[in-house]
């Protein structure tokens, strides 16, 4: 039976309607955004936006959408709206961020042009900023760490999957104070084919992705420059494709500098998680899935952390995973649009998952 | 945003509440129920039974529910409810089924032990029956071709899974006379390892199981006794395992007796399905989503069904797409227990899939 | 230990060695070809060409080729040579046909250009041929139907993948006088991704790909002309794309006029096969490969097939299990010059395959 | 063309011929012995003992060997052999050395052992050693680090697989002084599922195991004590099980005390590898496959090695990719047989596996 949360969540659809946009929608974060609102009991979709599909049904790029009458518009004839979500290639949203608050009061971008603090960031990670004037408004989109400060924001920053899924790892360290920045930090990740988009090309056609263990990014992934920003320390970063479409897992090694016990870990992430609906530990025990696992979290938002102590090498292994596309994007989206628009922070977020599901 | 189908059912659930039970909650099919009866706007799970896991949370087996504070109860322990759900392995519920009444006004048997009409058919087909007299007194859980007599109903017999994907994608040819019984038909069901349920064994160890199109029940499949007593005629049927989880995918080639246009088929598809909520057509068109996929549904109740003509040997090939755990099994059960107890088709099967998803 | 056939082969490798090269080395059946033709003990590679990667190494594009010395050239460059293997997108063939002959004494082209016998069957089936005086000339690869006419033969036709898999499995009822032609015949086939080639696309890319029964060429597929060709009867044929890489598994399901036993079909297949040495038996037994399966005969040369027989509807069921790559192509290939250069058959091609292998 | 290694090879066949037996043929490991000495030119089968399937075919259990006479032998009926390859479970050889010894000449044994130096390392790391006596006498089978002590040898100890593939990485950063033994090193290790084993279990089965990332053994791997034995420092090692069926890959980060160049590393490992006929180099550059991977390497005996400097925070990343089933496991064994027999190292291990080949 749905909790007491969905049916005043119903209720509240009734007296508060917002409307909202997807600018990029063809894409699978387009995508992702258009099926969360399709579901979303205060959210109604005005459009969908898409140079290469306009005229075309939603449904046509994105099966399960096969039952919307939505058709992709032209992104010229974006027309006003309260929330916009805009799911660009990144260096789009920059470009664009003063016609994008013409159109709209709220721009949820799930790019990575307004995740960074600085323009000295952008130059130094990416190719600069076009408009570095927003930085210092837009707010990180994740909730765990960012709660106060999205309520009530106009310019959410969707954080990247690598990202979000490292610093739902960490963040109890540092915030019980289990680190104090200055330890050394390996983050292993482990990601699907959906981080890769839907464009294609050789490395991502089957017959080469299928079946891989494949390094990339073995140095300098972009995402580190968030990670270091949210944690305070720069973390020893490499990335790996393996044989899944959805998910990202990334496993932590860290060497804290003083004795720590079981309880001290179950401490700082029972402190920092217990009354979060989207985190939940797993953290040894028995039976199949016993620490966190991508396909345990797919098609939903919830992020998995668990860890496990080593007392040999003075190590803490932590795990977390998430749904690249929902945790680590388009479900980030929704849930902090949630927050700053003062709606139920689980609305149009409430699937369970799949089991069993493979590949997720 | 939510439908206003949602909205009213959800109006309904403040005053309409049905207590249900799974008996076998372990299972896949099990697993699938709990994960649906937790999120019915109706229905209120009351208990989920298991010889094996009593005591455990029900997280403990399906890692999507770990938010449940459900445990699993000895089947000792039943209790009164309003509707019973039995997810046990074929020949359990013909045995209990005086039991299970008496703990319950309506029962939902997910085996196959009613399914077919006579006692007859469970002597050529299986091992016999143990309670034959109530094999008239069972309604076939599929709506498309039994929703009349499932209203009111108080013991559903849900259907096999490569029979509902065959049934559901033959049906029409004859409700519209496009066959008449004579006809010659071939079917090859490729379906998932979730098929096979959660035990194990070699021949579905990931090493052996991974990456096969491998021949099983390349004749005398149980579910051909299905097809018969539905469409009035025998079918030609094999099946192959496949690398997916969840999913089947049935194709039928039918060979009609006389002339028969494209514009016939999509007259008998469309007659047949248009107003039905959980089918969907798939025939053509562009994209990378022509035809019904197993894919496009995963985790939904929806099936695809779909068609193409073949003028060089008088063919019709029918393809049927559904994720076996839902509208081949739990999926499908609740549908029909939502017509049976009146209140609205669609509860708590709202869920429309996910884009990418793999090995679905 | 080696048998003798590979002690004898060493021996000859000695005394004789041919030249061969590739025309279109960078394609998936072109990397094939020359892990093949490295191998083998009496063919050494001159040249490989590929516009798009002159120059560069072989292991650039073929991981397993990495220890090679071998470079792409230009096709320009392309020098005389006692064999040429073309494996070129369908149509470059026939319009180089006469330059290849000026370069090497054998051809062994894999497109489908030279597999039809007539230019009417061009005109119906492909968009007629440009050179229809090599058509006669040219001999079909699958020796298991065509071994005397290659012996010797200059210009030699590789077969389709899925047209070998279908002729392999339904050729011994037709030479047996168990059908005679007028039967119905169904065949669905299920095919890896490596089919495709290796150009990507969305419908191939890994997100869109993996996890896939995807119906494809649901009627009017080419194959069905080479099938037509040599056994004399049109049949319904239908593809699936499914989550593997290499391989190719063909069911036919036949409906013989006239009462047919096992021992009636062991005979047809031990009389075809029993001394053949790339095709062998799998119908029934005990454990987990009991027909026949594309994953156990991945990166073979080999061909399983094997039956049942379904007495409820006087069906026979045809399995059948190649690797698409080798068996399929290129394999196909290099056995069918072997015979054509009156080597040992078997040469370069004795590769047993791998257990456990996962999405072959 | 084969190359001349192989010819002498074959020529050396002539001459020579030593008979081998292998314990414990019905699992994955026994079942790649059979495979490899079947194409061995040097090496002649005896028996294949079995306690669950004597008197089966070989090829009953391994479908590559389907063409094989050879049947699996009761283990009461082992004759004398020249060499022994056991492929038992841990604690099955260190019970029946001497027996073997009585059998055989020469032992090798692919379980655990006779790997660790000492009574004392098999206390704290298993559950003691019951012939000790033996310790001191095994040799590691890893060529790459022991070829020396390998000639002769009379009992061979299999490394672990993922010991393997995180010692191969390493090893050069040792031997070249890069690294004292002072440094952090962080090894994390991605595993196919064909590590667990042929038995089967919940955790193995196709819809649990399929499409996941999931940590295991996240501290305490017992390879960490063959890794520490032969690179002189403890790592900390965290093992994780993703989707494909052969396959180890191990990232190793490492944090030098000193500056260190690309050209520095590329001279360490150079100097260690460039002789070595199964490690090849794979180190950046352009294409798909520019760093080590399971793929890369499916069904064959070579190992990649590759690396990364990551100057923002001093580390290197070090990247190596096997076959568990072969260079980790039976492969390293018939290459340590070979060195110890005095035979042609390559012989029997030729294979140069496929492309394109998925969940390897």
Request: charged letters at 20%; aromatic letters at 8%.
């Amino acid at each position: 039976m749905a909790t007491e949360t969905a049916d005043s969540t119903a209720d509240a659809a009734a007296s508060e309607t917002v409307t909202a946009s997807v600018v990029g929608g063809t894409g699978f974060t387009g995508g992702e955004l258009l099926r969360l609102l399709e579901g979303h009991p205060n959210l109604e979709i005005s459009q969908a936006t898409s140079r290469s599909a306009a005229g075309k049904s939603v449904g046509s790029k994105h099966p399960p959408l096969r039952g919307s009458d939505l058709r992709f518009s032209e992104p010229a004839d974006l027309e006003s709206v309260d929330v916009l979500f805009t799911a660009t290639p990144h260096g789009v949203s920059m470009d664009q961020i003063d016609h994008f608050f013409e159109v709209a009061d709220t721009v949820v971008d799930l790019s990575a042009d307004f995740r960074l603090e600085t323009e000295a960031q952008y130059d130094e990670w990416y190719d600069g900023h076009s408009a570095p004037e927003y930085l210092e408004r837009a707010e990180y989109a994740l909730p765990e760490i960012n709660r106060d400060n999205l309520a009530g924001a106009d310019l959410i920053a969707g954080g990247g999957c690598n990202a979000t899924a490292t610093i739902l790892g960490l963040y109890p360290l540092f915030e019980h104070e289990i680190l104090d920045g200055d330890e050394q930090i390996v983050v292993d990740v482990k990601v699907g084919s959906s981080e890769g988009g839907a464009g294609g090309g050789e490395a991502s056609s089957h017959p080469e992705r299928s079946g891989v263990v494949r390094p990339y990014a073995p140095t300098g992934h972009r995402h580190e420059a968030e990670i270091e920003q949210f944690l305070g320390t720069s973390v020893a970063f490499t990335c790996h494709a393996v044989d899944m479409i959805r998910g990202a897992s990334a496993t932590a090694h860290v060497f804290p500098s003083g004795p720590v016990s079981k309880g001290d870990l179950w401490k700082a992430y029972r402190g920092a998680y217990e009354d979060e609906p989207f985190v939940r530990m797993a953290a040894g025990g028995s039976g199949v899935y016993r620490y966190p696992e991508p396909k345990a979290v797919a098609g939903t938002n919830m992020a998995e952390v668990g860890f496990e102590l080593d007392p040999s090498n003075k190590r803490i292994v932590v795990f977390s995973a998430i749904d690249n596309m929902m945790k680590g994007s388009a479900g980030q989206a929704v849930h902090a649009a949630n927050i700053a628009l003062g709606l139920e922070e689980t609305a149009g977020l409430e699937f369970t998952g799949l089991h069993p599901v493979g590949a997720p």
